[in-house]
């Protein structure tokens, strides 16, 4: 009795440190998100641990108990609004973890969907990529495992007490279905074909719940759209009928406006300096144009 008595203890105390480190972790970030971990390996969630210590953005993951997660921030009713800490709470479901960090929640986003991690197939798993085993000499021994091995395609020899795959092969193409064998023999393989990222389905920042959805935006499309903005405005603030002058149309304005009366003076026959081999070449053209005509009536000029 005395021993279950100690382990109850313990258990409880574990708990208790659980609690008070995710309340700590709140209290020192301004961020708290939720990240789902369906499908996500105990081993991938060490390797997106690793890549959070050690990236561009700075953020700790933090699994627990969904219980002692709503038991932890329900005590930073004095940091939010209850009302927000409810509507969050509500959102901790199923297999999920806490990220905190004091990073911008769309640079949070954009770091963990460039970081995946290596991941293994599953069985019954839809392939999102075209998964190839190398020719190489394996770690396997001879046995029922060479049967496995040609019924996904691999062709094989005994070299030195192991098994050589003797060809490179394509074992899956995208939208196969992976089958038991399939799983099996990448996972003896030592063969990690996928790989996975988390995202933050939801996040806390202050006094705001924001679904993750809209932390997801592709860099390089908003970075175009804004040079194309920057082109149409542009574009409008420089045509005649506005003529709106900024530090941006000025120049082109000026650029306009010294075309537009380079143009005026050349079909005013108006001389500068600029344009005066252009006025010349223009009256010679004019000059033989008039000669040929005079040529074509059979009038003749005397030459001098």
Wanted: with cysteine.
């Amino acid at each position: 009795m005395a021993i279950s008595i100690t382990k109850m203890k313990s258990g409880s105390d574990r708990k208790e440190a659980q609690i008070e480190t995710i309340v700590k972790l709140a209290e020192e970030n301004s961020v708290i998100g939720i990240a789902d971990l369906s499908g996500i390996s105990s081993k991938a969630i060490q390797g997106i641990r690793t890549s959070l210590r050690s990236g561009e953005v700075s953020a700790t993951l933090k699994v627990a108990k969904n219980t002692l997660k709503a038991i932890a921030l329900g005590k930073l009713e004095g940091k939010t609004s209850k009302k927000t800490v409810e509507q969050f709470l509500a959102n901790i479901t199923g297999s999920c973890a806490l990220i905190f960090t004091n990073e911008n929640p769309f640079k949070l986003q954009q770091f963990l969907s460039r970081n995946s991690v290596p991941a293994p197939a599953k069985a019954g798993q839809i392939s999102p990529v075209e998964v190839f085993i190398p020719e190489g000499v394996t770690n396997l021994d001879p046995g029922p495992i060479i049967s496995e091995l040609g019924s996904i395609g691999l062709q094989t020899r005994i070299e030195k007490g192991k098994i050589r795959i003797t060809k490179t092969a394509k074992v899956l193409s995208v939208g196969d279905t992976v089958s038991e064998t399939h799983a099996a023999v990448l996972t003896r393989l030592g063969i990690q074909p996928f790989s996975v990222n988390l995202q933050l389905s939801y996040v806390l920042e202050g006094d705001e719940v924001i679904d993750g959805s809209i932390l997801d935006v592709d860099e390089d499309q908003i970075l175009s759209d804004l040079k194309q903005a920057y082109m149409n405005a542009l574009a409008l603030a420089v045509d005649p009928s506005v003529n709106y002058y900024s530090m941006q149309s000025i120049p082109v304005l000026l650029s306009n406006a010294a075309r537009q009366a380079f143009n005026l003076s050349i079909e005013s026959n108006y001389i500068t300096q600029d344009n005066l081999n252009i006025l010349l070449a223009k009256t010679k053209a004019q000059a033989n144009t008039l000669k040929g005509k005079v040529s074509d009536s059979k009038i003749k000029f005397k030459e001098y």
